[in-house]
């Protein structure tokens, strides 16, 4: 009679506690989640300005280009030069938001990169309002706009990286080791080391 009673109680204690334990995963699952998902509504929001700028300064370098080989302006480098300052002010507004979002630190420290990259971007743009409109300082601050873009596209790039590993929805133990596997093929396939020749293969010189 004691030994039933006893397995009875322990059994419902078992449960109890089995209970419990999966209550508490699914509540720190959304605790995460809710912690995340700002995180990746701001980051997103600074992928989508990044990619409008990039377009927006690709259009003013093509028409302050086009301005270098003419002997006046051109219609259409004003509407160039607005679409960037519209673009430019929309990537930092996105910034603005990851400043007041982004509390991870591994993220915020690869916003801050990117930031920095925008920075330069806004002092070249700016010193175009101010320098004469020569064809060779177009040149030069062309030039140094499309690397400090091409600086900024790198950046907000290991942004994704850093979120993506950062703050990715939370996954089951199963679907993370098969998402392992899946980039572990997908670098295998896509980015594979490049192939250098071993020392004495066919086409090296031997002195004799």
């Excluded at 109890?16 to 999966?22: Q, S």
């Excluded at 998902?37 to 086009?66: G, Q, Y």
């Excluded at 004003?78 to 591994?106: C, K, M, P, W, Y």
Aim: with cysteine; net charge neutral.
């Amino acid at each position: 009679m004691l030994g039933s009673i006893s397995t009875v109680i322990g059994g419902g204690i078992a449960g109890g506690v089995l209970t419990y334990g999966l209550t508490w995963l699914r509540e720190r699952r959304r605790l995460i989640d809710a912690y995340r998902a700002p995180h990746r509504e701001a980051i997103s929001v600074i992928i989508v300005a990044t990619h409008e700028l990039l377009a927006r300064e690709a259009d003013f370098r093509h028409a302050m280009n086009d301005l270098a080989n003419e002997s006046e302006g051109k219609p259409g480098t004003d509407q160039a030069r607005n679409h960037l300052d519209r673009a430019l002010l929309g990537l930092e507004r996105a910034f603005n938001v990851g400043r007041i979002t982004i509390v991870d630190s591994e993220c915020f420290e690869a916003m801050g990169t990117a930031y920095n990259e925008f920075t330069k971007i806004n002092t070249c743009f700016a010193e175009f309002e101010h320098m004469e409109q020569t064809p060779s300082n177009i040149g030069r601050v062309t030039g140094e706009l499309a690397a400090h873009t091409s600086q900024l596209h790198k950046a907000v790039a290991d942004l994704v990286v850093a979120g993506q590993r950062r703050v990715s929805p939370v996954q089951s133990w199963l679907n993370k080791r098969r998402r392992e596997n899946v980039r572990k093929r997908l670098d295998a396939e896509y980015f594979k080391p490049p192939q250098h020749d071993a020392p004495g293969a066919a086409g090296t010189e031997h002195k004799t």
